[in-house]
């Protein structure tokens, strides 16, 4: 009893806090410098990777250290569709989604029963495999090394977004529908059935979980959600070249899932907070800011492995994932 009445309390608080943290994010671009309201767009976009890697890494536990490909797959569909046949960059967002998608469904399908450092290797590989060839300006479509420019501001039919604040509000209210997305998807039996097979792959294939097809889904979404953050990244820069989708990029992402902690969409925020922020918190000390984010990496996995925000999975996401399941065979 109360332990129930503790959750309800916690329940309760709820409302107050996402009202108090929407309202924070409402008022923050009218009190500060375009400067500072430039790092919370990049801040939204390294949000909306974090949120797409943690669908494949946080949900469902695989490794994934190519994902700056679909990254860059999304933002070179917006800049080759948008500068070429002139296609309006929202338009656009679905359908970077959904060649990324397209994308990852074609390459995972063969090597989704990988696991481990052997899946891990085939995406590093992935990642590097389409920077490559985006410098190698296939069809003469990517612009080789130099990228792609001229890419056109987002718009609403005579609405053109091409001040701070709007790129802000379009970038913020992308994330806010994907966690709205995401967090339905963690109580569905999609994702309940993800947190199975990251616990134990066997005991669900045991159970009548199909694990390659939970598996393939999650990247294809985690995919999709890379595609847009892509289209958002290529309007606001107007131009895309290969040197931004490099290995790093994926190591970062990574880094965001794992600061704020696998599984943990409010943790993927604090995670992409700090890897945004980094940078400019230590700009004075450039040389060093390196030493000081390895350390820092070190520290957290020493001290809090969990994350700054780790999620709490319980035995009851697997008892009712059972009882869909018997439902289901029923």
Same mark, same amino acid.
């Given at each position: 009893?109360?332990?129930?009445?503790?959750?309800?309390?916690?329940?309760?608080? /709820?409302?107050?806090?996402?009202?108090?943290?929407?309202? %924070?994010?409402?008022?923050?671009?009218?009190?500060?410098?375009?400067?500072?309201?430039?790092?919370?767009?990049?801040?939204?976009?390294?949000?909306?990777?974090?949120?797409?890697?943690? &669908?494949? *890494?946080?949900?469902?536990?695989?490794?994934?250290?190519?994902?700056?490909?679909?990254?860059?797959?999304?933002?070179?569909?917006? $800049? &080759?569709?948008?500068?070429?046949?002139?296609?309006?960059? +929202?338009?656009?967002?679905?359908?970077?989604?959904?060649?990324?998608? !397209?994308?990852?469904?074609?390459?995972?399908?063969?090597? &989704?029963?990988?696991?481990?450092?052997? !899946?891990?290797?085939?995406?590093?590989?992935?990642? /590097?495999?389409?920077?490559?060839?985006?410098?190698?300006?296939?069809?003469?479509?990517?612009?080789?090394?130099?990228?792609?420019?001229?890419?056109?501001?987002?718009?609403?039919?005579?609405?053109?977004?091409?001040?701070?604040?709007?790129?802000?509000?379009?970038?913020?209210?992308?994330?806010?529908?994907?966690?709205?997305?995401?967090?339905? !998807?963690?109580?569905?039996?999609?994702?309940?059935?993800?947190?199975?097979?990251? /616990?134990?792959?066997?005991?669900?294939?045991?159970?009548?979980?199909?694990?390659?097809?939970?598996?393939? +889904?999650?990247?294809?979404?985690?995919? %999709?959600? $890379?595609?847009?953050?892509?289209?958002?990244?290529?309007?606001?820069?107007?131009?895309?070249?290969?040197?931004?989708?490099?290995?790093?990029?994926?190591?970062?992402?990574?880094?965001?899932?794992?600061?704020?902690?696998?599984?943990?969409?409010?943790?993927?925020?604090?995670?992409?907070?700090?890897?945004?922020?980094?940078? /400019?918190?230590?700009?004075?000390?450039?040389?060093?800011?390196?030493?000081?984010?390895?350390?820092?990496? &070190?520290?957290?996995?020493?001290?809090?492995?969990?994350?700054?925000?780790?999620?709490?999975?319980?035995?009851?996401?697997?008892?009712?994932? *059972?009882?869909?399941?018997?439902?289901?065979? $029923?």
């Amino acid at each position: 009893m109360e332990q129930a009445s503790r959750i309800e309390k916690i329940m309760a608080q /709820e409302p107050l806090r996402v009202s108090l943290v929407v309202a %924070a994010f409402l008022v923050y671009p009218f009190l500060v410098s375009d400067y500072f309201i430039d790092i919370a767009i990049f801040f939204g976009i390294y949000a909306l990777l974090g949120l797409s890697l943690n &669908i494949v *890494l946080g949900e469902v536990g695989l490794f994934d250290l190519g994902h700056a490909g679909f990254y860059a797959i999304g933002a070179y569909t917006t $800049a &080759i569709l948008n500068t070429k046949f002139g296609i309006p960059i +929202l338009v656009l967002i679905p359908l970077s989604a959904l060649a990324a998608a !397209l994308f990852a469904y074609i390459v995972f399908s063969p090597v &989704i029963h990988l696991q481990g450092d052997y !899946l891990l290797i085939v995406t590093l590989g992935l990642g /590097e495999i389409i920077r490559q060839a985006l410098i190698n300006n296939p069809f003469d479509l990517t612009g080789g090394p130099n990228g792609v420019f001229g890419i056109d501001f987002p718009s609403f039919g005579p609405l053109v977004v091409d001040s701070s604040i709007e790129y802000y509000f379009l970038i913020w209210i992308i994330v806010g529908l994907s966690i709205i997305g995401l967090t339905s !998807l963690q109580h569905s039996r999609i994702g309940r059935a993800w947190n199975y097979i990251r /616990e134990d792959e066997t005991a669900a294939n045991a159970s009548g979980i199909d694990s390659r097809k939970y598996k393939l +889904l999650a990247f294809v979404l985690g995919a %999709a959600l $890379a595609g847009v953050a892509g289209n958002v990244y290529a309007s606001k820069l107007m131009c895309v070249s290969p040197e931004s989708f490099t290995f790093w990029e994926s190591c970062l992402m990574f880094c965001i899932v794992l600061i704020g902690g696998m599984g943990s969409i409010p943790g993927v925020l604090i995670g992409a907070a700090f890897i945004s922020l980094f940078p /400019e918190i230590f700009r004075p000390f450039a040389m060093y800011r390196m030493l000081i984010f390895g350390s820092a990496m &070190i520290l957290m996995m020493m001290f809090r492995p969990g994350g700054v925000w780790p999620r709490k999975r319980g035995a009851v996401e697997f008892r009712s994932l *059972l009882d869909d399941t018997g439902r289901s065979d $029923a």
